[in-house]
């Protein structure tokens, strides 16, 4: 009912930049927020950035000052522009939203949602 499509991921070197998209599709009647969140081989997942529909926005400390996270409301779309990447970003970068959906003109609460995963890949 609801789908999360990732897309931007890929090579860089060191100090280089990448853009990540994330779209929401389906019944969707609100989104709370959405946000990006990485795992790297190995480690646990971790959050990297989130922004609720009010624009507010919250960043893990290792990446504040380098991405910036956006949103496009009428697209249900999350951007995360990734600038002076660093060896240490390469993961696997998850999208997640949580929102209702409506089914059968009726509005469920809130869940999470996630998408398939975009590797990114910062070499030194």
């Known amino acids: 009912q609801v789908q999360l499509v990732e897309s931007g991921g890929g090579l860089v070197q060191a100090g280089g930049s990448l853009r990540l998209s994330c779209a929401a599709s389906?019944?969707?009647?609100?989104?709370?927020?959405m946000g990006w969140y990485r795992q790297a081989p190995g480690k646990q997942r971790e959050l990297v950035a989130t922004?609720?529909?009010?624009?507010?926005?919250n960043y893990a400390s290792s990446v504040k000052g380098r991405f910036t996270i956006s949103k496009d409301t009428a697209k249900n779309t999350v951007y995360l522009q990734m600038n002076s990447l660093k060896p240490e970003d390469t993961a696997v970068y998850y999208c997640?939203?949580?929102?209702?959906?409506?089914?059968?003109?009726?509005?469920?609460?809130?869940?999470?949602?996630w998408g398939q995963g975009t590797q990114v890949t910062v070499s030194s």
């Open positions: 997640n939203a949580d929102l209702r959906i409506s089914v059968v003109s009726v509005v469920r609460p809130t869940s999470r949602y």
């Open positions: 389906g019944n969707i009647f609100s989104v709370d927020a």
């Open positions: 922004i609720t529909n009010r624009g507010d926005t």
